[in-house]
């Protein structure tokens, strides 16, 4: 079983600046591939960045250039540092990791609970 706890998050004003963090627990983190989504209010949740085990990152494009994902292994941590935060950055943000279950022969998906961002202008 794996555990996924989001912080981090907050309100802030637009222009403004946030780190979130995601910390895992039970699982091989340093092996997995890390990922942030977020779901703004009556839509859908969205894809926004990810990390793989070896530390490649991609980006949705709405955020690219404004986010940072990056992954601590030591501390089983992956944050998402938001610059120029928006208005339409307010969301519920996850934490999202898949892994493998060789007994199922199947990859299992993981979620934290989320952690709320709400961006004034």
Known sequence: QVQLVESGGGS????GSLRLSCAAAGSSFENNAMAW????????REWLATITSDGISN????VKGRFT???????NTVYLKMNSLKSEDTAVYYCYTRIWDGR????????GKGTLVTVSS
């Open 12 to 15: 802030v004003q637009s222009g």
């Open 37 to 44: 989504y977020r779901q703004a209010p009556e839509k859908e």
């Open 59 to 62: 980006y949705r494009d709405s």
């Open 69 to 75: 994902i990056s992954r601590d292994n030591a501390k």
């Open 104 to 111: 199922r022969s199947a990859f299992m998906s993981y979620w």
